[in-house]
């Protein structure tokens, strides 16, 4: 019998604060999108720097409206990275338009490569997906340079990185969409939710008419008196939030730089730990992701596993010895829904990268001595770590 899981991969970083926000909500006797939601809006605009925000019933969801409010639609080409979860190329089909992906940078940062990207744009290209994988920026100095020559939107998939920058503007202030999820294992939790975030005033407007069917007036608008009917003036969705997210949202925004800061600590326990460490390398150390005005928020911690390391076994071991790890990402392409539409994509480096990145434990509630038994467990796995790839 596997060990009891002494180290998680991921634990919640709730308390008291989480708690008062749910039961506020409660008491108020108003559960669907409100009061709550506006001011969880308003206050990650703010922290953002951005002059809208739109709270979402997830993230898949603010990325299916970006991608609309982007042109996006059938016959359309959407460039994305394969290294992310399915929802980021999901969007994109939902609105009829084709995913296409390139290729990451490097072994050492995989965030879309901007030369794979210029050479996948085709007069069919409407937008740029990037994904700030694990909390790592893309680079959008060069990507924005690249839209803006090609007249492309870019929507900035921020699943990973709330809080997060490269360079000194935080993720997701800088593409013409940025979304956000708010799922149970993110940096800033409430469950299910998401955010999706522009300067665009028009575009803000149009999303919050898609977000609830099209319609010109809330349920709240007319529980309070202010308007007694509605015109349904577009196809619109339900992808309202709720006042209990929205609360848990907030509370959780008021927590997230400390929580993230605590993540800092924890991968570089991590790194250090690691120097020197024969069979696996840690991604993310070159210069640009080592200044002072670039702060992942290691939303995951992945490393890259040495070639031949047999990473079924070596997980099953780590698990038996009471340590979560997991795989971020097997491609997007492998997968047979994509193979069978979009047969024949390659993509060497991201390809290689899916066999063997091996994502370990990282929340704010770790211990350093949590974090010593996982490089200690690892070191100790020799057998699985020498065995070869099956
Ligand atoms: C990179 C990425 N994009 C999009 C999503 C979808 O987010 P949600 O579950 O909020 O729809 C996720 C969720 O894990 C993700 O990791």
């Not at 989480?18 to 008491?27: G, I, K, N, S």
């Not at 491609?331 to 060497?348: D, K, M």
Request: with cysteine; net charge negative.
């Amino acid at each position: 019998m596997a060990a009891p899981i002494t180290v998680p991969l991921f634990d919640l970083n709730y308390g008291p604060e989480e708690t008062e926000a749910a039961l506020r909500v409660l008491q108020s006797k108003w559960l669907t999108q409100g009061d709550e939601t506006t001011a969880f809006e308003k206050e990650f605009a703010e922290y953002l720097g951005v002059n809208h925000a739109v709270a979402i019933t997830n993230c898949t969801a603010a990325l299916h409206l970006a991608c609309l409010a982007a042109g996006a639609g059938p016959g359309d080409e959407v460039i994305t990275s394969a290294l992310t979860f399915a929802a980021s190329a999901n969007a994109i089909r939902y609105t009829g338009a084709t995913p296409i992906f390139a290729d990451v940078k490097s072994f050492d940062d995989w965030t879309l490569d901007p030369d794979d990207i210029e050479r996948k744009i085709t007069p069919r290209t409407k937008a740029i997906l990037v994904v700030h994988y694990a909390g790592f920026g893309c680079d959008m100095e060069r990507i924005q340079a690249i839209a803006q020559k090609n007249k492309l939107k870019i929507i900035e998939d921020c699943a990973h990185s709330v809080g997060a920058s490269r360079g000194p503007k935080k993720l997701g202030s800088e593409g013409d969409f940025s979304c956000f999820s708010f799922f149970s294992n993110k940096n800033l939790s409430t469950g299910e939710g998401g955010m999706i975030c522009t300067n665009d005033a028009e575009a803000a407007a149009q999303i919050r008419l898609w977000r609830s069917h099209g319609m010109t007036h809330s349920t709240l608008d007319r529980h309070r008196g202010h308007a007694y009917t509605y015109d349904v003036v577009t196809l619109g969705y339900n992808y309202r939030i709720d006042e209990i997210r929205s609360a848990l949202g907030r509370a959780q925004l008021g927590k997230l730089d400390v929580a993230n800061a605590r993540r800092r600590e924890l991968a570089a326990l991590y790194k250090e730990l690691f120097a020197g460490f024969d069979g696996l390398q840690i991604p993310f150390c070159g210069a640009e992701f080592c200044v002072p005005t670039s702060d992942p928020n290691y939303h995951i911690f992945p490393v890259l596993l040495g070639n031949g390391i047999d990473r079924p076994s070596l997980m099953a071991a780590l698990r038996e010895r009471g340590i979560q790890s997991s795989v971020h990402y097997r491609p997007v392409h492998t997968f047979s829904a994509f193979r069978e539409a979009y047969p024949g994509v390659s993509l060497p480096l991201t390809e290689q990268i899916g066999l063997r990145v091996l994502t370990l434990p990282i929340y704010p509630a770790m211990s350093d001595e949590q974090v010593r038994v996982v490089v200690e467990n690892l070191e100790d796995i020799k057998d699985c770590k020498d065995a070869k790839d099956k």
